[in-house]
């Protein structure tokens, strides 16, 4: 699972010229779905993302997590986060969870966000989307998968 989560003071999601997820200080999360991952995968990811302490206190450091600071989460699913470039220049998504398994873990890690009491915005599972954000700092981090298996 690979999990992108960017620090946001906005972001919407948008699919054929409609807004449906938008969110105003937060984390945008773009969520890949690789074989192999589980429910527990899920659980850890969002905890993990939850918790994370990227929002800054009051003397500037980051300190605070989007619980912490009452944000809200807009979760987006991007298959292409499992792609591979090893070989030549067309990118390989052997890799990306067949899509029964992908939309299940994914309703999984929107509800283990919902679960802690965050406000959670969606974009549309297999559709062609268009994300608007405004990335705070900026701050950007990809959740390392190696840390949940060594957890």
Not at 50 to 76: K, Q, T
Request: net charge neutral; glycine share 10%.
């Amino acid at each position: 699972m690979k999990v992108l989560i960017q620090r946001v003071s906005s972001a919407s999601v948008h699919v054929e010229g409609a807004t449906i997820g938008s969110i105003g200080c937060g984390l945008l999360v773009l969520l890949g779905i690789e074989n192999g991952d589980t429910e527990g995968d899920a659980a850890w990811n969002a905890a993990k993302t939850a918790a994370l302490r990227i929002f800054p206190d009051d003397a500037g450091r980051m300190n605070r997590s989007v619980e912490d600071v009452g944000g809200a989460v807009l979760v987006v699913s991007q298959f292409t986060l499992a792609s591979s470039t090893r070989r030549g220049n067309r990118p390989s998504f052997e890799t990306a969870a067949p899509p029964a398994l992908a939309r299940d873990l994914y309703e999984r890690f929107v509800d283990a966000l919902r679960g802690r009491g965050l406000t959670v915005a969606t974009g549309s599972f297999r559709a062609m989307m268009q994300v608007t954000l405004v990335n705070d700092g900026p701050v950007t981090i990809l959740l390392d998968p190696r840390d949940a298996a060594s957890a």
